[in-house]
């Protein structure tokens, strides 16, 4: 009896031990999945889901993110267009202003200045245009958001909290340089390429004639809509430039090493833009080297923390 009661203990202890009982398991569970796998559809589904949280996805799935972030930013850009078309006279008033302005010093020069249209849908296209110009500026903090959501699987996490400073900081860049283009140069700009140019009047046996200038509205938009994005685009500096940097692209060394060459190129940017005097030009290059100066000190400190 002592012999059988322990050979009953160890058989008790070898049915207690668990690894033939998780091998059995395991083997019943790849059976059953050999024998019933899953559907494809929810294979794929929960592939793309770990490689998505391992931040890897196909060329593929790249492509239909960008297509739908480039569909949700033209749905922003509609939407907002149709919200600007019921603010169309305020808007045109604020754009057609500096007009006024040109006509009162073309006065005093006895130049006769005038707005005209030349085809039968210039207002229709001009209020289009205009809508959809609008549109896209008030758009523009949805498209960099849709754009920084597309690249953020591919940033480390340091630099994911970064992203919504980044998204205020180039919206606050952009509207302040349409901003400084439209209230301290837009007046000084067309009144020089307008009424510094003008001959003098033609004499005539009825007495002189002065000279008139024909602006056409859409000549006119197109240039204010031109000269004021670039500024907007040119105020981006600082951020193109952090981004290169945590791209790896440039650095603080060579940034500041050419600093004699940037300079050069931004007088020459002024020059063309601007009107062609020492304090116009001037009134341009300081912002342009402030935004230089202010990059290159982001550009140091993400390498540093980099």
């Known amino acids: 009896m002592p012999e059988s009661e322990s050979v009953d203990a160890n058989d008790e202890k070898d049915t207690d031990l668990p690894i033939p009982h998780i091998k059995k398991s395991r083997r019943k569970k790849k059976t059953a999945l050999k024998e019933n796998p ?7 589904k929960y592939q793309k889901k770990i490689l998505k949280q391992k931040r890897y996805m196909p060329v593929i799935d790249h ?9 949700r930013s033209i749905i922003w850009i509609v939407v907002l267009s149709g919200v600007s078309m019921l603010f169309y006279d305020e808007i045109f008033k604020v754009i057609i202003d500096p007009v006024g302005h040109l006509v009162d010093s073309g ?12 085809q039968l849908t210039d207002y229709f296209v001009i209020q289009f245009k205009l809508t959809l110009l609008m549109g896209f500026l008030l758009a523009i903090p ?6 920084l959501k597309f690249i953020m699987p591919a940033l480390d996490k340091k630099y994911r909290k970064w992203s919504f400073v980044f998204l205020f900081c180039s919206v606050s860049l952009f509207w302040g340089g349409i901003y400084i283009a439209w209230r301290y140069f837009w007046d000084m700009v067309i009144e020089f390429l307008v009424l510094n140019w003008i001959p003098p009047g033609i004499l005539t046996n009825t007495g002189l004639q002065l000279p008139e200038v024909h602006l056409t509205m859409a000549e006119y938009l197109s240039f204010f809509m031109g000269f004021h994005l670039t ?8 951020i193109i430039c952090v981004l290169l940097t945590l791209a790896g692209i440039i650095n603080s060394r060579y940034y500041f090493k050419y600093w004699r060459y940037i300079i050069f190129i931004i007088a020459i940017v002024s020059a063309v833009v601007s009107p062609p ?9 300081i912002p342009l080297m402030v935004l230089y100066i202010i990059s290159g000190i982001f550009v140091f400190i993400f390498e540093r923390r980099s």
């Open 63 to 71: 492509i239909e993110e960008l297509r739908w972030a480039i569909i």
């Open 38 to 44: 899953p559907p494809d559809d929810e294979r794929d």
């Open 107 to 118: 006065k005093k020069q006895n130049v006769i200045v005038k707005v005209i249209v030349t």
């Open 231 to 238: 500024f907007g685009v040119s105020f981006q500096m600082p």
């Open 277 to 285: 005097d020492v304090m116009s030009m001037l009134f341009m290059m």
């Open 142 to 147: 949805a498209i960099i958001f849709e754009l």
